[in-house]
């Protein structure tokens, strides 16, 4: 044998020996209310969480033929993600004339994710046939921790305007403050604005003879803008 073949243990000694394991738990839960206190108002709100822990571990046992884990090995990984997501929304829906209406939705969203993980390393365990983290000796281990916290605030804002369904106008915007970033630069918004014509329509509007349609049955025309 010759080359990294050399390093590499054989396959029916590796199922016996070096086994990996994997468990994840997770849970997902949500909520949702809805409040209509006035006819032209609704109030919403949705909550929810996604919760996952995994635990993994790889063993090389005693006789492997990996450079320096001669005397066996093992990892271990230990890692729990949370999110947790909070959406507020308040929507109002007015007709303020014969020909126009108008709805506008005002909303908060909260955001919250959490990682922390720990990962253990040991080798040349000292009763062979044992793999454990607790079977190898203090020189020989390592360990490291790693994790992140980060919260996004958002409040938001969306106007839709419309006359008689044929000509329509679209204004959002939203600023989102983030915990990631320098206190200075956290704050960050984003408008935009778009538009919309049904032609056919608005020339039906405009009492046009009807004679294009066989021509054209149906144009609609878009235009927006955003940062």
């Known amino acids: 044998v010759s080359g990294d073949a050399a390093f590499i243990d054989n396959p029916y000694w590796s199922v016996r020996n070096n086994p990996s394991n994997s468990t994840v738990n997770r849970l997902i839960a949500s909520l949702s209310a809805t409040y209509n206190p006035l006819d ?3 109030i919403s709100y949705r909550a929810g969480t996604d919760i996952f ?3 993994f571990s790889s063993v090389r046992g005693s006789g492997t033929v990996i450079g320096g884990e001669e005397r066996g090995a093992i990892t271990q990984n230990d890692i729990l993600n949370e999110i947790i997501t909070s959406t507020l929304l308040v929507t109002l829906r007015r007709s303020l004339s014969a020909d126009i209406n108008a709805t506008l939705t005002l909303g908060n969203n909260v955001e919250l994710a959490r990682r922390v993980g720990t990962s253990w390393y040991g080798r040349n365990f000292i009763a062979p046939g044992f793999a454990s983290i607790n079977n190898v000796a203090q020189a020989d281990r390592t ?3 790693s994790g992140f916290n980060r919260r996004i605030i958002g409040a938001f804002g969306d106007l839709n ?9 679209n204004v959002r915007g939203r600023n989102d403050w983030s915990s990631t970033l320098p206190k200075d630069a956290r704050s960050f918004f984003y408008p935009s604005v778009s538009t919309a014509i049904v032609v056919t329509d608005l020339l039906d509007e405009f009492g046009v003879d ?11 025309l878009r235009a927006s803008v955003t940062r």
């Open 40 to 42: 032209f108002m609704t």
């Open 210 to 220: 009807d004679g294009y349609k066989r021509y054209l049955s149906f144009a609609k």
């Open 143 to 145: 360990v490291s921790q």
């Open 53 to 55: 822990n995994e635990e």
């Open 161 to 169: 305007l419309d006359w008689k369904n044929v000509v329509f106008l």
